[in-house]
């Protein structure tokens, strides 16, 4: 019994509020000096058993139950009463922000949300101020909160992306499939539509990779500002960090304006991490009287230390620089990926588009076989295929077939330079297995 000091209880009276003097671990690398501690029935039984009874026995549970409390018994105690300052990053921002353990404001902090805002009118063009923000966990949340908000049917592009129309659906916003030409979504098709809201990827096209350029750009913005008020665009600026050969143009919010019809979004998954879950919104000031009613009283969904972490990143010049080398990086894998597809494919073989910027591109065979033969091989050599006609949103597979989507991002350099010819393997084998059928 000597690893573990006598603590009082013999004086207590209720069995879960004891003064403890002092509490020691049996392991000796940390300790807690509290008053009026909170503890469970179960941790104060195996505390009696120690103490009173002498059951040595109980000392790995005692040890494991505190180890379990210490997290939070240090966060409150230290900083309340001996104000001791912890060497780990995060519990240092706490001691010197302990509002940080307060729910915040439901759009995010107002910290980040300032540096958001400077970033996306340096870099992006956006022009807005931090009360237009909303920080959100994960684009698809943000979508759903705005879901409610616009006004009618919303127009989507195939092929796109699946996640955006599944999630407006699901939040009762029904969607118009609209193709996407050379230049971006139609305009053509979506006068003759009867959608209301407009959700592009002006930026990077997904998945062709297509740029809308300026002229459809004051196109989309026109048709939105033939009924104020009662249209909307919806512009997911994603990839728009990562072009390699060019300038990328400005935002369609920043042509439009602070007072415009265009709700602008991003997120910080694919610059950062995929596990990082900050994705953001800039709201017109039109439909911030509506946000607010409706959401006023909800709470934030990313904590607030990534928040302030992130804030920090953005305000200190980490963020841009951090970017700066991921486009020298992708840059490189991308150029090793061509030029290992170019040495394993004869050029009429195979076609190459949306190299200048994102994270992917398209590889258009040329007299491909079937798309399902080209996904059985796939399996069979145990490589992730995606094909173009799997973003068709129609499911009547007008995409081209024999066009494969292929994503760069979290290809290992090492294996850049095999790409092709493994590439080349499965699509010999589903020319093979089509043949015999």
Known sequence: MQSIQKC???DCKVAKDIDIALLRSCRKDWWIEMKNVQISQELFFLLVRYFLIGQEETEPEIAKALEKKMDALV????YTQYKTAPTEEEKELLYSAPELLTPGDARGDAALRQ??????AEYRGVQCDPEQLVVGAGLEYLLGLL???LPGPAAVETPGYPRARQVLENNGVPCRCLPVDADGLSLTALSASDAAVCYVTPSHQFPTGVTMPAGRRAELLHWAARAPGRRYI???DYDSEFRFDTRPLPSLQGMAGADGPVVYLSTCSRSLAPGIRIAYMVLPRQLLGAWQAKYRLYSGTVGR???????RFITGGYFTRHLARERTAYKARRDALVAALRTSFAPEELTLAGLHTGLHLLAQLKDPPPDAALRAAARQYGVRCSLLSDYDLT???HSAAGTLVLGYGSLPDA????????LKKLCTAAREASDTV
């Open 147 to 149: 879901a409610p908000l």
């Open 115 to 120: 540096a958001l805002a400077g970033y996306l």
């Open 75 to 78: 966060m409150r105690e230290l």
């Open 305 to 311: 230390f990534e928040q302030q972490t992130l804030a």
């Open 8 to 10: 009082g209880l013999e």
């Open 415 to 422: 294996d850049c330079a095999a790409a092709g010819e493994r």
């Open 234 to 236: 919806i512009e997911d």
């Open 395 to 397: 499911g009547t597979a």
